[in-house]
């Protein structure tokens, strides 16, 4: 091992590097002799640059073994301190075989005379992706109302239950001076309602869960702490819901706000001080809080429009309702197109809206459940005015109605006879414009021949539609009634 000497810099430099001399040399009056302090350490260091001519000076032919640098994560104790009497930090490089640290998540194995190589720093981004990969997949987003009215759900059975009520607690007062304070445990606070309640914007019964459970109550605590009551539970259903348990209609949601409580939440518990009394005046006896109110419900939902698009399927009905409103239903060259009601608002020139649903296509026998069977029958059932859509195409279009209006009366008695117009659709057709005339001796002058792929003779029709309206609201608020309105 060759002699030390200390440098302006603080740092120790051995071995035959600067004009050392090599190692066994005597000592002399300029080199001090290794002290026991030092005989342990078998190492010597180099600056930085020191360093460099000691890996230049191996690389010659001929030369010496290069000493071994190792980096010092602090200043060596009599070395580091600097003539200023400053401390300088000592940053020394290893150039003996060493693992070091070759870039994120790298080791590499540096032989004697190399230079590791330092790959160069990752971005904060490029770590942030990394573990990224490993964190958990997000949760599923629940389904907004413009996805959920693609499927469209008109019936739907559900368990709701009540929220239960809280326990009553049983403790004694207590405070200095006080030792016979007398019980002062607290009620237990009422379950939470489970609410029915008709909303405008659901239209259909896809939101609705099969089940659902009422907020609890909190228990009661002590000084006479009643518990919290559990919240009010809401459930959107659209306008039009009828609600049934069993066979049996309990309520009708046919107006906006209206509400129905489904499930009644259960009563709080009692605490120790409800039970005082003359006789008793150290009651320790508490109740616990009630069970809330559980029930099967089915839900059915009748579309709620002023007026009912009634005819055979490819007759036209979606076709009309793009033509006279900004409702987009599918419209196709094939039957059964329209498999859910459409709704769409007709404005009028009065500033008056009315409704009209789009029903589909009803088949013979449909009151046994052929076709789509009763299953959109029961839309019909709210629309106080009908619309009878005939295809002029078809051979004596005028059998249609007739069928028309007995699948209608086997299904409800009555219904056919509500106020109507016969809409005779695909006059652009030639074979359709033919028929027009023995039409109207068969059915009368009333009969309105139109083309909704063209728009032709549009305005006969939205005009008797108004007036059919204008009859609706005149009569129903002759009988004290609020008419529907959109």
């Not at 010597?44 to 020191?50: A, D, I, K, M, V």
């Not at 150290?282 to 809330?292: E, I, L, R, W």
Request: net charge positive; hydrophobic share 35%.
């Amino acid at each position: 091992m060759g002699m030390t000497r200390v440098s302006r810099t603080g740092l120790r430099v051995s071995g035959a590097v600067a004009g050392c001399p090599p190692a066994g040399a005597p000592p002399t009056a300029t080199q001090p002799t290794r002290t026991p302090k030092d005989a342990g350490r078998s190492r010597s260091y180099l600056p930085l640059t020191l360093a460099g001519q000691a890996l230049r000076r191996r690389s010659l032919p001929g030369a010496g073994p290069a000493p071994e640098v190792i980096c010092s994560p602090g200043p060596d104790p009599g070395s580091d301190v600097s003539r200023s009497g400053a401390m300088v930090p000592s940053r020394l490089l290893s150039v003996g075989p060493r693992t070091v640290f070759g870039g994120v998540g790298r080791w590499t194995r540096v032989a004697p005379g190399q230079l590791p190589w330092h790959a160069p720093p990752r971005l904060l981004s490029a770590s942030c992706a990394d573990l990224s990969k490993h964190q958990e997949p997000p949760a599923k987003k629940p389904l907004s109302e413009k996805k959920l009215k693609r499927h469209f759900v008109d019936h739907r059975r559900v368990l709701v239950r009540g929220g239960c009520g809280g326990d009553g607690v049983s403790c004694f007062h207590s405070e200095p001076r006080k030792e016979f304070g007398g019980p002062d445990g607290g009620d237990g606070g009422d379950g939470g309602h489970v609410i029915l309640k008709a909303d405008q914007q659901v239209k259909s019964l896809s939101s609705v869960l099969s089940r659902y459970q009422g907020f609890h109550g909190q228990a009661g605590g002590r000084k006479n702490c009643s518990g919290r009551g559990g919240a009010v539970l809401y459930i959107r259903v659209p306008v039009g819901t009828l609600v049934k348990e069993g066979s049996e209609v309990v309520a009708d949601l046919s107006c906006p706000g209206a509400e129905y409580v489904a499930a009644r939440g259960g009563a709080g518990g009692k605490g120790n001080r409800f039970f005082l009394a003359n006789d008793n005046r150290a009651p320790v006896t508490c109740t616990p809080g009630q069970p809330g109110q559980e029930r099967v419900l089915f839900l059915e939902l009748k579309t709620v429009a002023h007026a009912g698009m009634v005819g055979f399927p490819n007759a036209g009905k979606s076709s009309l309702l793009r033509a006279i409103s900004n409702a987009r239903p599918a419209v196709a060259s094939y039957p059964f197109t329209t498999l859910k009601p459409h709704v769409g608002i007709v404005r009028c020139d009065d500033h008056q809206q009315i409704a009209v649903a789009d029903i589909p296509g009803i088949v013979r026998g449909a009151h046994r459940n052929r076709g789509l069977g009763s299953a959109f029958l029961r839309h019909i059932e709210r629309c106080r005015l009908l619309l009878f859509v005939v295809d002029l195409s078809e051979p004596e279009p005028w059998t249609q109605l007739e069928d028309l209006k007995w699948e209608l009366e086997q299904h409800e008695a009555g219904l056919s006879r509500r106020p109507h117009v016969v809409v005779a659709n695909k006059v652009d057709l030639p074979e359709a414009r033919a028929a027009v005339p023995r039409l109207r001796a068969r059915l009368g002058p009333s009969a309105v021949a139109l083309s909704a792929a063209t728009g032709e003779n549009m305005e006969a029709l939205l005009l008797r539609l108004q007036e059919l309206h204008r009859q609706h609201v005149a009569t129903e608020l002759q009988r004290g009634r609020q008419p529907l309105r959109w």
